[in-house]
């Protein structure tokens, strides 16, 4: 997609953000919600706007890799490798913070998230506010919900919050970035995303660690506060189980979206109420289109969300997280929990 920004627009941002303004901005990943890392009051405006915690850390976006010594006080060997690697790209790397990182940014921790993201409008921004510049930068949604893929979408969720958004068109990725933390000197997964795991492994020709999932929610009906929810429920399935699972839905006359990447045993015709919603049976591609379906679904008002549970591959991790994260049932939907692993799933969901 080619990124629509002209230079008037360009400018006007580079203005706002040296201001101490917030503006949206597009990456590869998804839309970030941008301030300038030395604004105190912008900071605190991107944690106001979103609704977050103030002790969850926000991700600081630098122009390349040799700004890595202005932010981080060490950069471990296999950092520097993934860096160099990785970078412009889909890749956050945790290292120790230096004194220059504002306390607001890491949420009082020791650490700083840093990434160079690959999208060009992101790198002008950034490019722009010189060499002592960066960009501190959550996803462009509010706290919980789906990030943005398009402009659009940040307009919708944010709307006259923030002072300007830039459209860059849709991201190219489609999931937030990996990020990796090092302990020792092993690289650990925090969060699977765009640069998938076993390039990883490639890039430092060994083993990575995945990181047992902090965030992981016990899946309890009645449950809102779900991570990188759509606002509809979702639940997600084995094959196996969907079609009895939509058979039921339809029979309290429910409208229920299905999104399948196989075909596997999932005869939905004459369903009525059902729409069955092929996604691309490639993690990447299936990856780049999640969120903008799940914001589509959202909008079409349908009463329940269907997922065939992804493939067991690890190339599939960023997918399964989030449409993990992105499950969850209301009251009264019955038993079913809303992510149900098949058996050969069982161990690789994080
Ligand atoms: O692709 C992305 O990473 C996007 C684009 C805009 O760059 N950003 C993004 O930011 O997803 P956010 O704030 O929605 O998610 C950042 C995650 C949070 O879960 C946060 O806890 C974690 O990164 N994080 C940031 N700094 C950290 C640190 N020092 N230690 C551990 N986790 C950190
Ligand atoms: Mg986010």
């Known amino acids: 997609m080619t990124p629509s920004v002209d230079s008037g627009s360009l400018a006007a941002a580079v203005a706002r953000l040296k201001a101490g303004g917030v503006v949206a ?3 590869e990943t ?7 890392i030395s604004r105190a009051a912008a900071i605190r405006r991107v944690f106001e706007i979103k609704g977050r915690p103030t002790d969850h850390p ?19 060997e296999p950092a520097r490798r993934l860096a160099q690697h990785f970078w412009p790209g889909p890749l956050t790397l945790i290292l120790p913070r230096s004194r220059h990182v504002p306390d607001s940014v890491t949420g009082g921790q020791d650490t700083v998230g840093l990434r160079v993201p690959s999208h060009p409008v992101a790198l002008a921004l950034l490019a722009a506010l ?11 949604n509010r706290f919980g919900r789906l990030s943005p893929t398009t402009a659009a979408h940040v307009h919708d969720e944010l709307g006259n919050a923030v002072d300007q958004v830039l459209d860059g068109g849709a991201c190219r990725i489609g999931l937030e970035s990996t990020i990796v933390g090092f302990s020792e000197d092993t690289a650990v997964v ?23 999932n902090p965030h992981r929610m016990t899946r309890v009906p009645g449950t809102l506060a779900t991570h990188y929810a759509p606002a509809t429920p979702l639940e997600c399935l084995p094959a196996a189980s969907l079609r009895r699972r939509v058979v039921e839905l339809a029979r309290q ?5 299905v ?31 999640l969120y903008a379906t799940l914001h589509r679904l959202d909008r079409e008002g349908f009463d329940c969300l269907l997922a065939e549970i992804p493939p067991a591959d690890p190339a599939w991790l960023a ?3 989030r449409l993990q994260r992105a499950s969850w049932t209301p009251h009264g939907t019955g038993e079913t929990p809303s992510f149900q692993a098949d058996e050969e799933h069982a161990h690789d969901i994080p």
């Open 190 to 212: 925090l969060r699977p995303g765009g640069v998938p795991v076993t390039a990883l492994e490639q890039a430092l020709d060994g083993r990575v660690a995945i990181a047992e």
């Open 253 to 257: 006359g429910l409208r229920v979206a």
């Open 58 to 76: 926000l991700i600081v976006h630098v122009a390349d890799a040799s700004r890595l010594a202005r932010w981080a006080r060490e950069v471990p």
């Open 259 to 289: 999104l399948t990447w196989s075909d596997q045993g999932i005869d939905l015709a004459g369903e009525k109420n059902i729409l069955r919603q092929p996604m691309p049976d490639d993690a990447a591609a299936y990856g780049s289109r």
């Open 25 to 27: 901005f597009p990456t």
């Open 130 to 140: 010189g060499p002592g510049g960066a960009l501190v930068a959550p996803s462009a």
């Open 30 to 36: 998804v839309y970030g919600l941008g301030a300038e």
């Open 319 to 321: 997918v399964a997280d």
